[in-house]
Structure formats: structure tokens, C-alpha cells
């Protein structure tokens, strides 16, 4: 996996440590320890939801300048796989991750896939903890946020040939994305962005 750790962010000092324990259990770790408590799959359909919203919530308050497509567009590189897991990272989900045997020989700590779906299971929880608490989520979320969208917006007029050659060094499935985006950012006129979509290979 090409994902990279980046700085890291506190995990959450949480009131039901059960709630943090089913978030980090995969159905690999309850097939061979079933006693041990639910996997996280039920949290990570809670998750899913929760974080899109706060997402959304997050770059709506962010930028009230920004139209609808702009907005969208962020929001779609924000919680996409790769994202998702580097939050999974930067919060070290991965190093506390219970994993079956034959997962972690599959190097399963290591998986986009896996990793992707503990940050959304932990977020689930998170709510959970909270009360139900949407502005504690994103008081939490916040921190990995900020950074990730200064990432994408801080481009200056003439970066476009260094973005696309940045591009090129990452995931495949996400270039076209990426570069939709950047371009939306940059000419925040354009009246129909799908269309400005370029695709190189």
C-alpha cells in the first residue's frame, strides 16, 4: 500500500472503551475469537454515513463562496479510500487493529481496504460515545480535516504541470478525480466542471 503516515492525531479518550474495542476488531479476529465481542462491521455502516455528513458540514462552513460542484468534488477526494485510510494512519488505527491470523499474514494492517473501514467503524463509534453527537465528530475530525483540505486548495494559478506530475506518482484511481478537482478550484467560474475533465495516459 502507497499510503503515508502523516502527522500524527490523538485518538479519542473514549467513555466506553467496548465501543473502541468493536470499532477495531475485523470479522477476521470474531471468526476466531467469537467470544470476544462484535467486529465492526455494524459501526462501520454508521460510520460511513456520519462521515460524508461532517465532510460536507466541514467544507459548507469552510467555504461559502465555493458552488455546489466545488463543493462535491472536494468532498468525494475527502472521503475516498486512499483519504480514508491515511486518517486511519495519522490516528494509528493501524498498529490497534485486531486481526485473524490469516489477515495479518495477507498483511492485512497494511490494507487500504481494511484500514478505510476501521476509520469508519471508529468514527461510528465515535458518535456513539458522544452521546450522538455530530459537532463532537467533527470537533474530533477537525484535525485530520484541515490539513488534508489545505492540501487540495492551496494551489497557486501555476501549478497545474506540477500538480499533474504529482498526480502521476499516486493511485491511478484517482488522478482523473484529482485533477477535476484542482481544476474546479482554480477556475471557480466554470459553469459546467464535468466537462473540463482531462484524462491522461
Same mark, same amino acid.
Given at each position: 500500500?502507497?499510503?503515508?503516515?502523516?502527522?500524527?492525531?490523538?485518538?479519542?479518550?473514549?467513555?466506553?472503551?467496548?465501543?473502541?474495542?468493536?470499532?477495531?476488531?475485523?470479522?477476521?479476529?470474531?471468526?476466531?475469537?467469537?467470544?470476544?465481542?462484535?467486529?465492526?462491521?455494524?459501526?462501520?455502516?454508521?460510520?460511513?454515513?456520519?462521515?460524508?455528513?461532517?465532510?460536507?458540514?466541514?467544507?459548507?462552513?469552510?467555504? #461559502?463562496?465555493?458552488? /455546489?460542484?466545488?463543493?462535491?468534488?472536494?468532498?468525494?477526494?475527502? =472521503?475516498? $479510500?486512499? !483519504? &480514508?485510510? +491515511?486518517?486511519?494512519?495519522?490516528?494509528?488505527?493501524?498498529?490497534?487493529?485486531?486481526?485473524?491470523?490469516?489477515?495479518?499474514?495477507?498483511?492485512?494492517?497494511?490494507?487500504?481496504?481494511?484500514?478505510?473501514?476501521?476509520?469508519?467503524?471508529?468514527?461510528?463509534?465515535?458518535?456513539?460515545?458522544?452521546?450522538?453527537?455530530?459537532?463532537?465528530?467533527?470537533?474530533?475530525?477537525?484535525?485530520?480535516?484541515? #490539513?488534508?483540505?489545505? /492540501?487540495?486548495?492551496?494551489?497557486?494559478?501555476?501549478?497545474?504541470? =506540477?500538480? $499533474?506530475? !504529482? &498526480?502521476? +506518482?499516486?493511485?491511478?484511481?484517482?488522478?482523473?478525480?484529482?485533477?477535476?478537482?484542482?481544476?474546479?478550484?482554480?477556475?471557480?467560474?466554470?459553469?459546467?466542471?464535468?466537462?473540463?475533465?482531462?484524462?491522461?495516459?
Amino acid at each position: 500500500m502507497s499510503t503515508k503516515r502523516k502527522s500524527m492525531v490523538h485518538q479519542r479518550n473514549f467513555r466506553d472503551d467496548k465501543l473502541r474495542l468493536e470499532a477495531l476488531t475485523h470479522k477476521s479476529y470474531h471468526y476466531e475469537n467469537p467470544s470476544t465481542g462484535p467486529h465492526n462491521e455494524r459501526l462501520e455502516f454508521l460510520g460511513d454515513s456520519i462521515v460524508s455528513f461532517v465532510v460536507a458540514n466541514y467544507l459548507h462552513g469552510r467555504f #461559502p463562496n465555493f458552488k /455546489e460542484g466545488q463543493l462535491t468534488l472536494l468532498r468525494a477526494n475527502l =472521503v475516498c $479510500k486512499k !483519504k &480514508l485510510a +491515511q486518517f486511519a494512519l495519522q490516528l494509528g488505527l493501524d498498529k490497534d487493529i485486531r486481526l485473524g491470523v490469516g489477515a495479518l499474514r495477507d498483511g492485512g494492517r497494511g490494507s487500504e481496504k481494511v484500514l478505510e473501514d476501521a476509520f469508519e467503524a471508529y468514527i461510528g463509534a465515535v458518535f456513539l460515545d458522544a452521546g450522538s453527537s455530530m459537532s463532537e465528530v467533527q470537533k474530533f475530525m477537525e484535525p485530520l480535516l484541515a #490539513p488534508a483540505v489545505d /492540501e487540495l486548495t492551496h494551489c497557486s494559478p501555476n501549478s497545474t504541470s =506540477v500538480l $499533474k506530475q !504529482k &498526480l502521476f +506518482q499516486q493511485d491511478n484511481s484517482n488522478i482523473q478525480l484529482q485533477m477535476l478537482i484542482a481544476d474546479q478550484i482554480l477556475n471557480s467560474d466554470l459553469q459546467d466542471p464535468i466537462n473540463k475533465l482531462q484524462t491522461w495516459s
